[in-house]
């Protein structure tokens, strides 16, 4: 979808999905698939070079992180997104799926973060990696772009700031 046509976003209607643009997304799968691309030739180089007599086995263990990290981030990334409902936030990341209560909720960092307060009293942040791609005007040279993903964090803040 263009940038033009992208929707309004409203907090009239729950659930509301607040995604990167489908450009990053494709963007983090080619990344994702060169690092795991580069981890396979590292493990092929390093059984061609032979691991037990010329040592190519630190190759192969170079090689393996590499791989497997981006086996792991490739389909991660296109999971990335905040679903913000009438209670709570759910933030899919990564690493990790965070739910965040809103009535926990003490403010919106610029990053994007989300401030909040657990069950148990402690204060926590939960970054919001669906729209910290472009964080600053110096960032982005697409303005179409940094007022899509800015529109997107006021619907987060203004969400926020609402009670249930």
Request: hydrophobic residues 45%; positive net charge; proline residues 7%.
């Amino acid at each position: 979808m263009p940038i033009d046509d992208a929707p309004e976003f409203t907090t009239e209607q729950y659930p509301i999905r607040l995604r990167p643009l489908p450009q990053l997304r494709v963007n983090n799968v080619i990344g994702g698939l060169f690092i795991a691309a580069a981890g396979a030739a590292g493990i092929w180089g390093g059984f061609a070079v032979g691991v037990a007599v010329h040592q190519g086995w630190i190759i192969v263990a170079l090689g393996v992180p590499f791989a497997l990290y981006g086996l792991w981030v490739t389909p991660r990334s296109l999971l990335l997104e905040v679903v913000l409902t009438e209670d709570r936030a759910v933030v899919r990341g990564i690493l990790c799926t965070v739910r965040v209560p809103r009535d926990s909720i003490r403010g919106i960092t610029a990053y994007p973060s989300i401030l909040w307060t657990d069950a148990g009293g402690r204060s926590r942040r939960t970054q919001v990696n669906a729209l910290n791609v472009y964080r600053s005007g110096r960032a982005s040279p697409n303005a179409r772009i940094l007022a899509r993903v800015q529109a997107q964090q006021a619907v987060l803040e203004h969400w926020a700031a609402r009670q249930p």
